[in-house]
């Protein structure tokens, strides 16, 4: 089965400062990568996701991600971040085959945007 | 279109108790799945289907059942609720659980068992 490991558990960062959030699976075959959000009090919303092709993947809200296969990661960046984007930020993995395939989520990270 | 939809929005309830957590989605969805939110354990899939009459465990299914007996609503019975089910519970759908097509959640709802 497959796994996802986020070792950030608590970002807090100044308004347009840099973030990268780490996101690492496990798994031996083909994935789909995920980034979701979750602003306070509302529900997780997609931010981006890597099916295939360029492994530069942009998101919505100036979010990026880079799926480096020989890594196993999918680490999240944002060159500047502004207080709108305090909420938690969850990546997921699904295998690419099978229909009864698994959307696993990690831990999440707390990123907390101060002014 | 409403999205998905889940009811009720907080609900506690005594050890013991049973209840139902309704969702529904309007977007002719063939995949749907629940999960539980908890602090520091990210989300977990307690049930899901793929389609009507069609359902799985997932990785946290019991104490929990589910049922599809429409493509429009999946809800979640808790059978006998204990302390440890107290959560944030989240319904999500897909057109389909293949590829890599976007899973969309409801609200949630809060859940404390006393």
Known sequence: AQSVSQHNHHVILSEAASLELGCNYSYGGTVNLFWYVQYPGQHLQ????YFSGDPLV??????????????FSFNLRKPSVQWSDTAEYFCAVKPHTGTASKLTFGTGTRLQVTL | NAGVTQTP????????QSMTLQCAQDM???????????????????????????TDQGEVPNGYNVSRSTTEDFPLRLL????????????????????SYEQYFGPGTRLTVT
């Open chain 1, 46 to 49: 997609l931010l981006l996701k």
């Open chain 1, 58 to 71: 942009k998101g919505i809200k100036g979010f990026e991600a880079e799926f480096i296969k020989s890594k």
């Open chain 2, 9 to 16: 929005k907080f609900q506690v309830l005594k050890t013991g």
């Open chain 2, 28 to 54: 002719n969805h063939e995949y749907m799945s629940w999960y539980r939110q908890d602090p520091g354990m990210g989300l977990r899939l307690i049930h899901y289907s793929v389609g009507a009459g069609i």
């Open chain 2, 80 to 99: 006998s609720a204990a302390p440890s089910q107290t959560s944030v519970y989240f319904c999500a759908s897909s057109y389909s659980n293949r590829l």
